[in-house]
Every structure is written in structure tokens, then in C-alpha cells.
């Protein structure tokens, strides 16, 4: 048996989506029927936002970036344990990265350190939700608040997710989003920007339409569309956005049958958490995940590069995620870990990622679940 990691979601009206585009709406670029219906789905599920489909979510930071108009010196906090786009979209207009630690029960940024790294040239800070499991908003909005800075969340792996109710990429200024093939909704590389403050909405529309007012004029508010400000070329074609429409009518269908495999394996791995041999997630009740990830931790790197290989072996394909920022080459040329590294290192070291897709069936689960209790078994000879 040979059990893959990932399997993108395929629901089954992405191709007749597809083609509606080609041979019906005869339209392929972008801005057409099935960008407006993402538009709209995205729309009702953040009351009070503006949705705009990207080519991806590194390319709705960017935007982001390019909105609140980060300038050379400015600086923004990130945790170090996140993918490179959190901050490379802000490195590529000059900014300077503040990294803080992430608390180890979420792998999220920890809101109490975030205070610490603030200084008179500080911007914006950007809460990634790691796993599609809620950042503290409401610390981070008031530290926001109280210092005047944006709050632009990584919200990549979260939609379907909520914090207190809200929509996870609806509580800050922006909300950004991937619908990457690794991520629970897809249409191969795409994103989506989500904007709540309303100064942005316009501008943000100008900026993704390569600096014109093309949208307004597709709207028929102005008679001809022109150069009105700086911008780029950020919109999928309808190509993408059809396959994305046909995933995100079924949202509630793939949400439910993730959640139901993160269930299975939660169930299965609990007595090895209590007995502390591994680590397992630990979600409270005022956050609503999407099942993004299941992830264990082990003891070590060393015990985790066995179990990857034993895994690996027997035909599993397990993952270890992201190598803290701070200690990349680039990191270290662009940003600066504030305060002590207690738990970003030796937390994502321990951390694996187990198989999670659509249509994982039960008894897979229980064949990786039942190998792990093997493994930790046989290790206590
Ligand atoms: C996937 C991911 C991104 C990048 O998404 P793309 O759509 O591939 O650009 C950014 N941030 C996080 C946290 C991610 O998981």
C-alpha cells in the first residue's frame, strides 16, 4: 500500500465549470462569471468584506503590501515558523522582518510577545494561522489598535475556519488567503485577498487590475478605463476561478469529511498523548478549525527522522514543515529574531505532518495510526 501525502480535491463539476467558460461564456481571462461567483461565495461567507481572487496568496501579501505602502526601513512582526511568502512579500518593498516567538500549544504567534518587538518604524504585524487554527485575534487587534499598526493575516490555510464566531481572514485589515493545491480548496495556484477596511477597497481593485480603473469600467461607472495608479497583474483566469467555484460549492462537504479524518486520527493517537509519548494538537472551543493538518510531535528531530523513515518505509508519506525563517540564509539578512527562540526551533523540529485530504477513507487512517502505535511500541523494548 502506498498512502500519499496529499491529493488535491477534485469534486467532480470542475470540468463542466471549465468548459462553461470556454465553450459557453467564451471567456478565458479573468474577471469573468466564475471570478464574480468566487467573489460572491467568498463574500457571504466574510459579511462586510471585499473578496478579490489573486494568481496566489504570496501574491495578495504582495498586494497587501503594496496598499499600505511599506517603504524601505519599515518593519513588520512575523513568526519565524511560517512560509516564506509571509515575508517575502514585505522583504521585496524594503521592509526589515521582526520575528517573535510562537507558543507551543498552536505553533502560532505568541500575542503576549508581540509588544516587545514594536519600535516607531513598525507597520503591520501578520498572525499566520498555522494548521487553519485561530491566532489570539483579540489580543493582536488591540495591541493594533493601541499602536496604530495593520494587521494583515496569513489566513493561507484557513478558510472555513473561525476565532469567537468570525471568519479567520475577516477580523484583521486583510485577510489573505491560498487556494494552492496543498490547501483544502484549490484551483491548482490561486489566492484570494480579503479587504475589511474600507480605504483599501477601491485602491486594492486598481492595483490588481496592472494600476487601472478596468473594473469600474467592466461596471460601467466610468466610460473608459485608464492609468489612474501604481499596480500589477494579479487576477487568475476564469480558467482557475471555474474549477476553484466548483470546490467551493462543496466548502461544507470537504470541510466535514476533513474534520471527521482529523477526529479519526485525534481518537486513535490519544492514549500515546496520554501517555506522553507524543504530542497531539490541542484545539480550544472557541476556535472552529477546518482540519487543515493533523500533526504529532515527537520527541526529537532524531526520533522524528526515524519515524518519518519507518513511516516511509511501510508506504506513508509523512512530512516535517517549515525551517524557522530566522535560520534561513535570507533570514538572517532580513530580519531579526526579538527576545529568546524558546519555542520556534525546537517545536517545529518535533513536528510531522500526517496524510489529510478529501476523501481519506477511515481504514487508511487506522492502518497510519495503528503503524505509529507499532513503531512506539516496538521502541520500548
Ligand atoms: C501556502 C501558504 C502560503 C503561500 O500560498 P501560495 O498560494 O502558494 O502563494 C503563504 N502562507 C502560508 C502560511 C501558506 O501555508
Known sequence: MKIPFNIPPYMGKELIYVKQAIEVNKKISGDGLYTTLCHEWLENNNPSSKALLTTSCTHALEMTAMLIDIQEGDEVIVPSYTFVSSVNAFVI?????????????????????????????????????????????????????????????????????TYKGKALGSIGDFGCFSFHETKNYSMGE?????????????????????????SKFIRGQVDKYTWVDKGSSYLPSEINAAYLFAQLEEAKVINQDRLKSWQVYFKELYSLAQNRIIEIPSISNSKE??????????????????????????????AF???????????????????EDKFTTSESERLVRLPLFYGLEEKTILFITSLIKSYYIKGED
Open 321 to 339: 514543515h517549515y525551517i524557522p525563517l530566522h535560520s534561513a540564509t535570507a533570514g538572517k539578512v532580513h530580519g531579526e529574531f526579538i527576545g
Open 289 to 318: 478549525h477546518n482540519a487543515h493538518m493533523f500533526y504529532i510531535k515527537c520527541k526529537d528531530i532524531k526520533e522524528r527522522t526515524s519515524l518519518i523513515k519507518f513511516l516511509q518505509d511501510n508506504g506513508v508519506q509523512s
Open 93 to 161: 518593498r524594503g521592509a526589515k522582518i521582526k520575528f517573535v516567538d510562537i507558543r507551543p500549544d498552536t505553533m502560532n504567534i505568541d500575542e503576549n510577545l508581540i509588544e516587545s518587538a514594536i519600535t516607531s518604524k513598525t507597520k503591520a504585524i501578520i498572525p499566520v494561522h498555522y494548521a487553519g487554527v485561530a491566532c489570539e485575534m483579540d489580543k493582536i487587534m488591540e495591541i493594533a489598535r493601541k499602536y496604530d499598526l495593520y494587521v494583515i493575516e496569513d489566513a493561507a490555510q484557513a478558510l472555513m475556519s
Open 190 to 214: 490561486g489566492g484570494a485577498l480579503l479587504i475589511q477596511n474600507e480605504l483599501f477597497k477601491e485602491r486594492a481593485e486598481i492595483i490588481r487590475e496592472k494600476g487601472t480603473n478596468r
